[in-house]
Nanobody, 124 residues
Framework: QVQLVESGGGLVQTGGSLRLSCAASGRAIGGSAMAWFRQAPGKDREFVATISGIGGSTDYSDSVKGRFTISRDDAKNTVDLQMNLLKPEDTAVYYC?????????????????WGQGTHVSVSS
C-alpha cells in the first residue's frame, strides 16, 4: 500500500509559477510510474503529466506541454510538478497518482494509488 500526500498548491496570478510536491510512504516508488492528474469544478479528472518508473521518460497533456515539468526523486520518494506560465484554466485540484508498474499511462486506470489532492487557483 502506498500513501500519497500532495503539497504546494495555492493562489497565484496568471503567468505565475507553483511547484507541487507529492510525498509517498508505505512503499518505495522506485520502478513505479507516477503521474499528476487534475479536476476542475464541474469537469472530469484529466491527465496532466506522467513519468515512467524505469528510465524516467515523461509525457504531458497538450494543454500543459512546454509549461509544466514532472520530475522524481526516488531517494526521497517524491514526485514534483513544476508549473510555469499558469493560466486561469489551470485552476483545479491536482492529484498525485502511483502505479504498481513501471509503464507510464495517461489514463487514470493505469494508477492504483491516489493522494487527496491539492488545490491550485490561478487568478486572471
Amino acid at each position: 500500500q502506498v500513501q500519497l500526500v500532495e503539497s504546494g498548491g495555492g493562489l497565484v496570478q496568471t503567468g505565475g509559477s507553483l511547484r507541487l510536491s507529492c510525498a509517498a510512504s508505505g512503499r518505495a516508488i522506485g520502478g513505479s510510474a507516477m503521474a499528476w492528474f487534475r479536476q476542475a469544478p464541474g469537469k472530469d479528472r484529466e491527465f496532466v503529466a506522467t513519468i515512467s518508473g524505469i528510465g524516467g521518460s515523461t509525457d504531458y497533456s497538450d494543454s500543459v506541454k512546454g509549461r509544466f515539468t514532472i520530475s522524481r526523486d526516488d531517494a526521497k520518494n517524491t514526485v514534483d510538478l513544476q508549473m510555469n506560465l499558469l493560466k486561469p484554466e489551470d485552476t483545479a485540484v491536482y492529484y498525485c497518482a502511483s502505479s504498481r508498474y513501471g509503464l507510464a499511462y495517461t489514463s487514470a486506470r493505469g494508477y492504483n494509488y491516489w493522494g487527496q489532492g491539492t488545490h491550485v487557483s490561478v487568478s486572471s
